[in-house]
């Protein structure tokens, strides 16, 4: 039997098991319901700085800037700027980048609950976790696209020798997403290789040539982003490197349970269980190989709380793929041991799922009933008092949220109140954000990002508003992002 046979052999009886499971289940709701929710969560999420400075680079930079200069500074690669760029420069309402947000998240469910091989419960849990609903959904990130592009992965992966091109297509794209997600991609495509070894004697001539072609193609187009990414002397964000063997081990430690369940002994008894089912599926590998590479990142380079996101996909994936082994030949142990940990590995995600589900839930009520960013409120402030000509000076980078709503740079001493607006994460920023100085200057307004309480008094100005921001994170607050809005005397109505 050739290598085509058996992995016709293989897809055939995973769609029997999808058609199975779509005629037992029928039309369940699940779409519609994330759809709903999220629509009503976005509508209240007040978008913050981060979300502002992909808007605003994708705005003020011609695409040559954006790929060759800019994204070096950003440290990620250019897919999401690329595809906010079409509509900030022709509709340049910044409410635009929720919708685009609200549309990939809804895709990706849709591609999840069309293709997931995974059991009734967790098809109905998964949609309404952490990660899928709000983080990567709600807040407008570049990372929203990770999960549609993951499912799509997942749902490749059995026709990867057969439709090498498309499969090669979809890693570049997960690739051009993250540097984190790019080593979720290389680990896949190294898998990929060594299957392809095990096979080679039996690929004809011209499907020999289709494989080399796609890991040429793959290679030259991680040279590429390499070369785009590559980090300027002149960088002031995350700079240095750590090589210390007690910080990756605690990071390993530490992250593993934060993407599970938040307690160590339930989290780390679910890695094992993880572990056994996906040597039995044939899949560590793969796990071992993203997950190790991603936290090893996070430990010598940069994490913060959103890239966990990125590490519980990875542990999906392998996840996804697991359940597609249908076939006696696919895994080790026989039908009995598989039957055994799926039941096992079902019960381990839907906790996983339910806990996530939690935080979920309790982020989103936060972000309707308080503020994610002060960034909306100060710029509604600045419009309704018709101050947007006047003579603004602001600190921090969190003041970036504000500009987004504004066509122009707003703000005289962040490059000398000309576009382009975003922040410049260079040694040279060409933001002064020297208090003493701003006040010299005797600007109308001055808006002091992330204030230390109690609110200093300023002679001359008047404290007109404090607006609250607070980045919600799981089920408490990570950050607090307010603005203290003071007002010289003479300026006051």
Known sequence: MTIRNKLELTNTSWREGQNLFKQRLGFFPVLPLYAILLAVVLWKHEPWADEAQAWLIARDCSGVELLFQRLRYE????????????????????????????SIAVAG????????????ILKTLFPFTYFIFYQYAVVARSYVLLPLLIFLVGHYYPQRFRRVYLFTLLLCLLAYVSVFSALIAISIMLVHFLDLLKWWKELEGEERKQQMASFAAFGLFMILMAFQLWQP??????KNYHFELD??????????????????PISYSILAVSCVWFWINRVLL????????????????????????ILFLAWILPLWISFQS???????????????YKRAMTLMASLVFAFHIYWAGAASISDLRGSYSAGRATADYIKTHQMSEA???????????ILAFFDQNIFLNHNNGQRPSFWFWANDNRHDD???????QQPDLVIIGRPKEPLASIDGYQLVNLFEGNLYWKNRIKERQHFAIYRKLSSVD
């Not at 249908?326 to 055994?340: H, I, L, P, T, W």
């Open 75 to 102: 440290g990620h690669p250019g897919l999401w700027y690329l595809i906010l760029m079409i509509p900030s420069k022709i509709l340049p309402y910044y409410p635009t980048i929720q919708v685009i947000s609200f």
């Open 109 to 120: 469910i849709f591609v999840f609950w069309r293709t997931s091989p995974f059991p009734p």
């Open 233 to 238: 002397t002149d960088s002031s964000f995350a």
């Open 247 to 264: 910080r990756v081990t605690s990071r390993f430690l530490e992250v593993t349970d934060l993407i599970m369940v938040e307690i160590k």
């Open 286 to 309: 793969l796990y071992l190989l993203s997950s190790l590479s991603i936290i090893f990142l996070f430990a010598v380079k940069y994490f913060n709380s959103w890239h966990e996101g």
């Open 326 to 340: 249908q076939s006696k030949g696919n895994v080790r142990g026989g039908e009995v041991m598989f039957s055994r």
């Open 391 to 401: 003579k603004i000076y602001a600190t921090t980078f969190w003041s970036t949220s």
């Open 434 to 440: 020297n208090l003493n100085w701003i006040l010299e």
